[in-house]
């Protein structure tokens, strides 16, 4: 009850850097897999197609989460956060000076055959919000700053990535310390 009653979107970061452990225990909070013997996750996923890869963006550079490994894996070795939002000054600046951005893409490669695009566009944004949501619960419960955004350069963003044809963006969350 706490966690929900401190749940909050906010704009004002810290440059502080999270710790490995509290990053660690957030992407496991995030979608980490909660049930070995099935695969499945903290985090729900329509008809359990788990499309949704989380990406994060640190100063360091930029890392896949492996959910069955529980690790980061090296995607791109320069600081991608300045892509991940188009706010007015200054909430701009404290939102991509946050620690961490965890951009959500749906890779739609993963999906079933047989569902149309509308349905998959459907799917992979619900399932984006559910881990989204255990986002913000897992920062209410630790006192980070947290906020999800649909305002960013989503081309340049993709091109950085270099994501593939079947990938999309969804969202993107800053987590960090607050202001």
């Known amino acids: 009850m706490q966690c929900l009653n401190d749940r909050k979107s906010d704009r004002s970061f810290s440059t502080k850097k999270l710790p490995v452990q509290i990053l660690s225990n957030l992407l496991w909070a995030a979608c980490?897999?909660?049930?070995?013997?099935?695969?499945?996750?903290?985090?729900?996923?329509?008809?359990?197609?788990?499309?949704?890869?989380?990406?994060?963006?640190?100063?360091?550079?930029?890392?896949?989460?492996?959910?069955?490994?529980?690790?980061?894996?090296?995607?791109?070795?320069?600081?991608?956060?300045?892509?991940?939002?188009?706010?007015?000054?200054?909430?701009?600046?404290?939102?991509?000076g946050s620690p961490l951005q965890l951009i959500y893409v749906a890779d739609y490669a993963k999906m079933r055959t047989g569902i149309s695009d509308e349905d998959s566009k459907f799917y992979s944004a619900t399932d984006t919000a559910f881990i989204g949501q255990n986002v913000y619960l897992y920062c209410a419960s630790e006192g980070l700053a947290t906020i999800i955004r649909s305002y960013f350069d989503r081309d340049s963003l993709t091109k950085e990535m270099r994501l593939g044809d079947t990938q999309k963006i969804i969202l993107v969350q800053a987590v960090g310390y607050p202001q």
């Open 32 to 96: 980490g897999i909660n049930r070995p013997h099935s695969g499945k996750r903290t985090a729900p996923s329509a008809l359990n197609r788990q499309e949704i890869d989380i990406y994060v963006a640190m100063e360091e550079g930029l890392y896949l989460y492996n959910t069955k490994t529980h690790t980061l894996d090296p995607v791109v070795k320069s600081d991608l956060r300045k892509h991940t939002a188009r706010l007015p000054q200054p909430s701009r600046s404290s939102i991509v």
